[in-house]
């Protein structure tokens, strides 16, 4: 790179990092001085403008809020809570977690188990009704002996022939017919 | 001759009688006598097995019972069935064989396997087979009700919006942001349906407070039943609901309906302030089919 042009880029990479710590927060909320650490006044800022802003700062940044001062890395420092608090504090969410899901566990099963009994019940009721009006069928004559069906099915076909039948035809019928009857007296009809 | 006359004319009356009644008898079966009988006495229009009723005193479902009242259905032997077809597409079509408890001439009594899973609510009809391997004409339609099983939603299953208003968020088990510096301590629960935890490290500026939103939507016959829900809150050095830290009650859940929207507003704003919950939906459908 030609020597001037290494100067020039030099220079403009010194202001833009310059510019950066200058805008590490909004522009009124920093008054660096040139010589201390840059000032944060948090009073003006979002919590998630805050935040970004404490991924910038250096620790030694003081940070105003609400009349209180106090340093990035203090705040940092707070951010991480004392070693055997942490352990105490994970360990009872953990145990309070795993009791609430054995309890919701517990409480799902005594609801799935209540559902399917209702099911149950439901089902036994309607084919406890199904059973009656199944017998009361039976009893009325929708159900008859075997052998009526087939003379039934018999007698279908004989009416069937019986259309196109010619004078020979309807003797044979006729006689067929004669001994259906008498096996309909014999299954009781 | 008078009486010759009268004689011929009334043999020509019955001969004309004979004649015009001829073809009537013949189109109500052509044979009068036994035959004629016969037909008083027993349908002799039934050809083949044929339908008549279903009897409709209980659900068409797995483990219940049906009757079927018809004609021709032969004696009971090998290959006797009675069928259930149910006109859902394919995977979850029914076409079930039923156990047949009675089969009477023109009565057949049978039973719903209990065993039938993997198909929809559809409507459906009966055939019977007779043990010739003639089928019957289809049923009247009759609507099959699938067993019914109850689940929890799987987490995989819901979609998560995560408010991002504490330093470390996370929803159903993924983290939605985090701040540097925030060495947050909590396990992450991927229990239930949804899940959530926001952690505050500091609460020196503004206020940690959001809502998250859950939804969720299910097919093929299955809808939200029920919710429950569990919560963990913290402070600084101890849990419970007097720490400042809150959950409030999840809202927005829907019974019987195959699409819910579930928001919960939560409170860490205070030191190292955590708040945690865990929401299990419930949700029933057709026994042996997904839900999505």
């Known amino acids: 790179m030609h ?17 950066m710590l200058q805008t590490a927060a909004p522009g009124p909320a920093v008054a660096g001085g040139p010589v201390g650490p840059p ?3 948090a009073d003006q800022m979002t919590r998630r403008q805050f935040r970004e802003q404490m991924k910038m700062l250096p620790d030694t940044a003081v940070i105003e809020f609400k009349g209180r001062r106090t340093t990035a890395g203090e705040i940092r420092a707070k951010m991480r809570l004392p070693a055997n608090v942490a352990e105490v ?12 899901a054995s309890q919701a566990q517990a409480r799902f099963a005594a609801a799935r188990a209540k559902f399917l009994q209702q ?26 002996a075997p052998q009526l069906d087939a003379i039934e099915q018999e007698a279908g076909q004989l009416f069937q022939r019986s259309k196109t039948a010619s004078p020979a035809e309807r003797a044979q019928i006729e006689q067929r017919a004669g001994q259906l009857l008498q096996q309909l007296q014999q299954v009781g009809r | 001759m008078a009486q010759h006359n009268r004689v011929s004319r009334i043999l020509t009356f ?52 049906v009757a079927i009242k018809g004609c021709g259905f032969g004696s009971y032997g090998t290959g006797s069935k009675l069928r259930l077809v149910g006109d859902a597409p ?69 979609k998560s919006w995560c408010s991002t208003e504490a330093d470390e968020d996370w929803c159903n088990g993924t983290k939605a942001d ?5 060495f947050a301590t909590f396990g992450i629960s991927t229990d239930g349906s949804a899940s959530a935890q926001h952690y505050t490290c500091h609460d020196w500026i503004g206020d940690d407070n959001g809502t998250d939103e859950f939804q969720a939507t299910l097919t093929k016959g299955w809808v939200f039943h029920d919710a429950d829900w569990t919560k963990v809150t913290c402070g600084s050095d101890q849990c419970g609901d007097y720490t400042g830290s809150t959950v409030s009650t999840p809202v927005g859940f829907q019974k019987d309906t195959t699409w819910t929207k579930v928001t919960v507003d939560w409170n860490t704003n205070n030191y190292h302030g955590y708040a945690g919950y ?9 026994a042996g089919v997904p839900h999505k």
Not at chain 1, 3 to 19: E, H
Not at chain 1, 125 to 144: C, I, S, V
Not at chain 2, 178 to 182: D, E, L, N
């Open chain 2, 278 to 286: 865990n929401i299990y939906m419930y949700i029933i459908g057709p």
């Open chain 1, 39 to 41: 000032t944060v006044k």
């Open chain 2, 178 to 182: 985090s701040t540097p510096f925030c």
């Open chain 2, 14 to 65: 019955v001969a004309l009688l004979v004649l015009v009644l001829a073809p009537l008898t013949a189109e109500a079966g052509g044979i009068g006598g036994a035959f004629a009988d016969l037909c008083k006495k027993i349908d002799c229009t039934c050809i083949g097995p044929n339908v008549k009723q279903v009897m409709l005193f209980s659900d068409f479902t797995p483990n219940g019972y």
């Open chain 2, 90 to 158: 394919a995977p979850y079509k029914l076409d079930v064989t039923l156990e047949i408890k009675e089969w009477q001439g023109g009565l057949i009594g049978a039973h719903i396997p209990v065993n039938v899973t993997g198909v929809t609510d559809q409507p459906a009809k009966f055939y019977v087979v007779t043990k010739n391997n003639v089928q019957s004409n289809q049923s009247q339609q009759v609507q099959f009700r699938a067993a019914q099983d109850i689940k929890l939603l799987p987490m995989a299953d819901v």
């Open chain 1, 89 to 100: 504090r994970t360990k009872a969410v953990a145990a309070q977690l795993q009791a609430n």
């Open chain 1, 119 to 144: 099911q149950q019940a439901k089902l036994q009721a309607d084919n406890a009704k199904a059973m009656a009006e199944f017998t009361r069928l039976r009893q009325g004559g929708a159900a008859r």
């Open chain 1, 3 to 19: 020597p001037k042009a290494r100067i020039m880029s030099f220079t403009i990479g010194a202001v833009l990092l310059g510019l």
